[in-house]
Protein backbone atom coordinates (compact mmCIF):
# COMPACT_ATOMS: atom_id res chain seq x y z
CA UNK A 1 0.00 0.00 0.00
CA UNK A 2 2.91 2.40 0.85
CA UNK A 3 3.82 2.21 -2.99
CA UNK A 4 0.83 2.57 -4.20
CA UNK A 5 0.40 5.74 -2.44
CA UNK A 6 3.96 7.26 -3.30
CA UNK A 7 3.70 6.76 -6.75
CA UNK A 8 -0.54 7.47 -7.08
CA UNK A 9 -0.51 9.84 -4.06
CA UNK A 10 -3.99 11.30 -6.60
CA UNK A 11 -5.62 8.21 -7.52
CA UNK A 12 -4.74 7.06 -4.05
CA UNK A 13 -7.03 9.85 -2.38
CA UNK A 14 -9.76 9.13 -5.26
CA UNK A 15 -10.03 5.60 -4.03
CA UNK A 16 -10.41 6.71 -0.21
CA UNK A 17 -12.72 9.10 -1.25
CA UNK A 18 -15.48 6.89 -3.16
CA UNK A 19 -15.16 4.30 -0.10
CA UNK A 20 -15.78 6.99 2.78
CA UNK A 21 -18.44 8.54 0.20
CA UNK A 22 -19.95 5.47 -0.81
CA UNK A 23 -20.39 5.31 3.25
CA UNK A 24 -21.63 8.62 3.16
CA UNK A 25 -24.34 7.64 0.57
CA UNK A 26 -25.50 4.66 2.00
CA UNK A 27 -26.27 6.84 5.47
CA UNK A 28 -28.34 9.59 3.84
CA UNK A 29 -30.47 8.40 2.03
CA UNK A 30 -30.37 4.57 3.48
CA UNK A 31 -30.46 4.72 7.40
CA UNK A 32 -31.64 8.60 7.53
CA UNK A 33 -29.76 9.07 10.69
CA UNK A 34 -30.72 12.77 10.92
CA UNK A 35 -34.34 12.04 10.52
CA UNK A 36 -34.52 10.38 14.08
CA UNK A 37 -33.99 12.12 17.44
CA UNK A 38 -30.57 11.50 17.16
CA UNK A 39 -30.72 14.26 13.96
CA UNK A 40 -27.37 13.96 13.14
CA UNK A 41 -25.65 11.81 10.37
CA UNK A 42 -22.07 10.42 12.05
CA UNK A 43 -21.98 6.78 11.54
CA UNK A 44 -20.07 7.16 8.29
CA UNK A 45 -17.80 9.72 9.92
CA UNK A 46 -17.11 6.87 12.47
CA UNK A 47 -16.83 4.83 9.77
CA UNK A 48 -14.46 7.27 8.45
CA UNK A 49 -12.56 7.47 11.09
CA UNK A 50 -12.45 3.63 11.50
CA UNK A 51 -10.91 3.43 7.98
CA UNK A 52 -8.49 6.06 8.46
CA UNK A 53 -6.99 4.25 11.73
CA UNK A 54 -6.57 1.03 9.65
CA UNK A 55 -4.73 3.05 6.58
CA UNK A 56 -2.16 5.01 9.19
CA UNK A 57 -1.35 1.56 10.38
CA UNK A 58 -1.01 0.06 6.70
CA UNK A 59 1.52 3.22 6.24
CA UNK A 60 3.44 2.60 9.42
CA UNK A 61 2.16 5.96 10.33
CA UNK A 62 0.33 7.71 13.46
CA UNK A 63 -1.62 10.14 14.40
CA UNK A 64 0.78 12.64 14.92
CA UNK A 65 1.64 12.70 11.23
CA UNK A 66 -1.59 14.02 9.92
CA UNK A 67 -1.75 16.63 12.73
CA UNK A 68 -2.97 15.31 15.75
CA UNK A 69 -0.10 16.25 17.53
CA UNK A 70 -0.16 15.85 21.37
CA UNK A 71 0.88 19.53 22.19
CA UNK A 72 -1.13 22.37 21.68
CA UNK A 73 -4.23 20.86 21.53
CA UNK A 74 -6.36 23.31 24.31
CA UNK A 75 -4.28 26.54 22.75
CA UNK A 76 -4.96 25.24 18.91
CA UNK A 77 -9.05 24.62 19.81
CA UNK A 78 -9.60 28.05 21.88
CA UNK A 79 -7.65 29.42 18.69
CA UNK A 80 -9.92 28.02 16.13
CA UNK A 81 -12.93 28.68 18.02
CA UNK A 82 -11.58 31.98 18.59
CA UNK A 83 -11.45 32.58 14.94
CA UNK A 84 -14.48 31.60 14.10
CA UNK A 85 -16.44 33.64 17.01
CA UNK A 86 -15.13 36.79 15.62
CA UNK A 87 -15.99 36.50 12.15
CA UNK A 88 -19.60 34.53 12.85
CA UNK A 89 -20.45 37.91 15.28
CA UNK A 90 -20.59 40.23 12.56
CA UNK A 91 -22.32 37.39 9.91
CA UNK A 92 -25.37 37.08 12.71
CA UNK A 93 -25.55 40.64 13.20
CA UNK A 94 -25.86 41.40 9.53
CA UNK A 95 -28.29 38.53 9.06
CA UNK A 96 -30.50 39.81 12.51
CA UNK A 97 -30.58 43.57 10.94
CA UNK A 98 -31.53 42.52 7.69
CA UNK A 99 -34.62 40.69 8.96
CA UNK A 100 -35.32 43.25 11.44
CA UNK A 101 -35.28 45.49 8.36
CA UNK A 102 -37.96 43.16 6.46
CA UNK A 103 -39.87 41.82 9.39
CA UNK A 104 -40.04 44.32 11.97
CA UNK A 105 -38.87 41.64 14.89
CA UNK A 106 -35.75 39.34 15.89
CA UNK A 107 -34.71 37.51 18.05
CA UNK A 108 -32.17 34.76 18.53
CA UNK A 109 -32.71 30.93 19.80
CA UNK A 110 -30.52 28.43 21.39
CA UNK A 111 -31.69 25.20 20.70
CA UNK A 112 -30.83 21.49 18.85
CA UNK A 113 -32.86 21.00 16.29
CA UNK A 114 -34.26 17.42 15.70
CA UNK A 115 -37.09 15.07 15.08
CA UNK A 116 -39.97 14.28 16.96
CA UNK A 117 -41.54 10.85 17.47
CA UNK A 118 -43.83 11.54 14.66
CA UNK A 119 -41.39 13.05 11.84
CA UNK A 120 -41.61 16.46 12.58
CA UNK A 121 -39.10 18.86 13.36
CA UNK A 122 -38.64 19.68 16.93
CA UNK A 123 -36.41 21.82 19.23
CA UNK A 124 -34.49 20.47 21.85
CA UNK A 125 -33.61 22.09 24.65
CA UNK A 126 -32.33 19.37 27.14
CA UNK A 127 -28.49 19.07 28.21
CA UNK A 128 -28.70 15.58 27.10
CA UNK A 129 -29.38 16.71 23.12
CA UNK A 130 -27.04 19.58 23.12
CA UNK A 131 -24.12 17.25 24.71
CA UNK A 132 -25.17 14.40 21.80
CA UNK A 133 -24.96 17.58 18.97
CA UNK A 134 -20.83 17.78 20.69
CA UNK A 135 -20.31 14.68 20.74
CA UNK A 136 -21.86 13.80 16.89
CA UNK A 137 -19.77 16.73 15.52
CA UNK A 138 -17.18 16.32 17.10
CA UNK A 139 -16.66 12.59 15.27
CA UNK A 140 -17.97 14.99 12.12
CA UNK A 141 -14.52 17.44 12.23
CA UNK A 142 -12.65 14.29 13.70
CA UNK A 143 -13.31 12.22 10.15
CA UNK A 144 -13.42 15.37 7.71
CA UNK A 145 -10.14 16.86 9.15
CA UNK A 146 -8.20 13.59 9.82
CA UNK A 147 -9.31 12.51 6.21
CA UNK A 148 -8.76 15.24 4.12
CA UNK A 149 -6.59 17.94 5.92
CA UNK A 150 -4.53 15.38 7.27
CA UNK A 151 -4.47 12.22 5.47
CA UNK A 152 -4.70 13.46 2.16
CA UNK A 153 -2.50 16.35 2.22
CA UNK A 154 -0.07 14.18 3.47
CA UNK A 155 -0.12 11.49 0.41
CA UNK A 156 -0.94 14.48 -1.71
CA UNK A 157 1.72 17.03 -0.62
CA UNK A 158 4.74 15.68 -1.33
CA UNK A 159 4.60 14.92 -4.94
CA UNK A 160 2.74 17.39 -5.45
CA UNK A 161 3.06 20.52 -3.63
CA UNK A 162 1.07 21.96 -1.48
CA UNK A 163 -1.12 24.79 -3.43
CA UNK A 164 -2.26 21.61 -5.90
CA UNK A 165 -2.85 19.29 -2.98
CA UNK A 166 -5.01 21.91 -1.55
CA UNK A 167 -7.11 22.66 -4.21
CA UNK A 168 -7.61 18.72 -5.01
CA UNK A 169 -8.55 18.09 -1.37
CA UNK A 170 -10.85 21.55 -1.28
CA UNK A 171 -12.65 20.29 -5.03
CA UNK A 172 -13.20 16.66 -3.15
CA UNK A 173 -14.59 18.15 0.18
CA UNK A 174 -16.91 20.10 -2.37
CA UNK A 175 -17.96 17.03 -3.48
CA UNK A 176 -18.38 15.32 -0.52
CA UNK A 177 -21.56 17.65 0.06
CA UNK A 178 -23.36 17.15 -3.00
CA UNK A 179 -25.18 14.58 -1.40
CA UNK A 180 -27.30 17.12 0.67
CA UNK A 181 -28.88 18.95 -2.15
CA UNK A 182 -28.67 15.25 -4.30
CA UNK A 183 -30.98 13.90 -1.04
CA UNK A 184 -33.53 16.87 -1.78
CA UNK A 185 -33.87 16.19 -5.05
CA UNK A 186 -34.20 12.60 -5.12
CA UNK A 187 -36.79 13.04 -2.61
CA UNK A 188 -38.81 15.91 -4.65
CA UNK A 189 -38.20 18.53 -2.64
CA UNK A 190 -36.05 20.43 -5.25
CA UNK A 191 -36.43 20.96 -8.93
CA UNK A 192 -33.11 19.90 -10.94
CA UNK A 193 -32.34 23.74 -11.58
CA UNK A 194 -31.81 23.92 -7.93
CA UNK A 195 -30.18 20.76 -7.43
CA UNK A 196 -27.29 22.45 -9.97
CA UNK A 197 -27.36 25.93 -8.34
CA UNK A 198 -27.14 23.81 -5.10
CA UNK A 199 -24.33 21.75 -5.99
CA UNK A 200 -22.32 24.47 -7.77
CA UNK A 201 -22.93 26.60 -4.35
CA UNK A 202 -21.54 24.10 -2.35
CA UNK A 203 -18.81 22.85 -4.07
CA UNK A 204 -17.78 26.73 -3.82
CA UNK A 205 -18.48 27.38 -0.34
CA UNK A 206 -17.35 23.84 0.66
CA UNK A 207 -14.01 24.38 -1.10
CA UNK A 208 -13.36 27.80 0.25
CA UNK A 209 -13.88 26.24 3.98
CA UNK A 210 -11.26 23.46 2.82
CA UNK A 211 -8.68 25.82 1.64
CA UNK A 212 -8.94 27.87 5.15
CA UNK A 213 -8.40 24.72 6.91
CA UNK A 214 -5.45 23.71 4.87
CA UNK A 215 -3.54 26.95 5.18
CA UNK A 216 -4.23 26.47 8.83
CA UNK A 217 -2.70 23.42 8.91
CA UNK A 218 0.01 24.92 6.70
CA UNK A 219 0.74 27.84 9.50
CA UNK A 220 0.55 25.68 12.80
CA UNK A 221 1.59 22.48 11.75
CA UNK A 222 -1.33 21.21 13.60
CA UNK A 223 -5.15 20.42 12.55
CA UNK A 224 -6.50 21.66 15.74
CA UNK A 225 -7.14 25.56 15.15
CA UNK A 226 -8.54 24.07 12.12
CA UNK A 227 -10.66 21.43 13.63
CA UNK A 228 -11.43 23.97 16.57
CA UNK A 229 -12.96 26.31 14.00
CA UNK A 230 -14.91 23.23 12.01
CA UNK A 231 -16.23 22.51 15.24
CA UNK A 232 -17.57 26.31 15.86
CA UNK A 233 -19.33 26.43 12.23
CA UNK A 234 -21.21 22.81 12.87
CA UNK A 235 -21.71 22.97 16.43
CA UNK A 236 -23.02 26.33 16.92
CA UNK A 237 -23.68 28.00 13.76
CA UNK A 238 -25.89 25.30 11.83
CA UNK A 239 -26.77 23.25 14.78
CA UNK A 240 -27.25 25.45 18.19
CA UNK A 241 -27.69 29.40 17.87
CA UNK A 242 -30.75 30.25 15.65
CA UNK A 243 -31.99 33.36 14.53
CA UNK A 244 -35.98 33.62 14.66
CA UNK A 245 -38.26 36.16 12.84
CA UNK A 246 -41.86 35.67 12.30
CA UNK A 247 -41.99 32.61 14.69
CA UNK A 248 -39.68 31.02 11.19
CA UNK A 249 -36.14 29.88 12.05
CA UNK A 250 -32.85 30.59 9.80
CA UNK A 251 -34.69 31.58 6.85
CA UNK A 252 -31.15 33.72 5.86
CA UNK A 253 -28.81 30.84 7.40
CA UNK A 254 -26.93 30.81 4.23
CA UNK A 255 -26.20 34.66 4.14
CA UNK A 256 -24.76 34.25 7.77
CA UNK A 257 -22.46 30.95 6.78
CA UNK A 258 -21.21 33.16 3.18
CA UNK A 259 -20.10 36.01 5.18
CA UNK A 260 -18.78 34.20 8.02
CA UNK A 261 -16.80 31.75 5.76
CA UNK A 262 -15.95 34.37 3.18
CA UNK A 263 -14.47 36.84 6.44
CA UNK A 264 -12.44 33.58 8.30
CA UNK A 265 -11.39 32.87 5.04
CA UNK A 266 -9.76 36.33 3.85
CA UNK A 267 -8.17 36.73 7.51
CA UNK A 268 -6.30 33.37 7.24
CA UNK A 269 -5.48 34.14 3.68
CA UNK A 270 -4.34 37.81 4.75
CA UNK A 271 -2.72 36.68 7.59
CA UNK A 272 -0.43 33.99 6.14
CA UNK A 273 0.36 36.16 2.72
CA UNK A 274 1.73 39.13 5.15
CA UNK A 275 3.56 36.66 7.63
CA UNK A 276 4.92 33.72 5.19
CA UNK A 277 7.32 31.65 6.98
CA UNK A 278 7.54 34.29 10.27
CA UNK A 279 6.24 32.86 13.50
CA UNK A 280 3.24 35.13 15.22
CA UNK A 281 0.59 34.84 16.96
CA UNK A 282 -1.61 31.84 14.92
CA UNK A 283 1.81 30.10 13.84
CA UNK A 284 2.87 29.85 17.15
CA UNK A 285 6.86 27.35 16.93
CA UNK A 286 5.12 24.98 14.25
CA UNK A 287 5.35 24.65 11.07
CA UNK A 288 4.18 21.89 8.50
CA UNK A 289 6.16 21.18 5.78
CA UNK A 290 4.82 20.30 2.57
CA UNK A 291 7.03 21.03 0.21
CA UNK A 292 7.62 18.13 -2.65
CA UNK A 293 10.60 15.58 -2.57
Not at 189 to 206: K, Q, R, S
Not at 217 to 228: A, D, E, N, Q
Not at 275 to 280: C, P
Amino acid sequence: MEEHVKNRPALSCIIIFVICGFARLIEYFAIRTDETVIAENFLHKAFGIILLAIILHSLHSGWQSIGFVKNGIASGLVKGLALGGCCFLPAYSIECLLLYHINQNVSLSFYVSGFSLNGETAAHRSLFFLLLCIVFNIINVWMEEGVFRGLFMKILAPKHGFTRAALLIAFLFGIWHWVMPLRDYADGNTFLANLLVMGIGYLILAGIMSVKWSVLYKMTGTLWMGLGDHLLNNVLVTNLLHVVSNHEADRMQIVRIIIGQVLSFSVVMLYDRKNGDASGVIRGKRHADFSRD
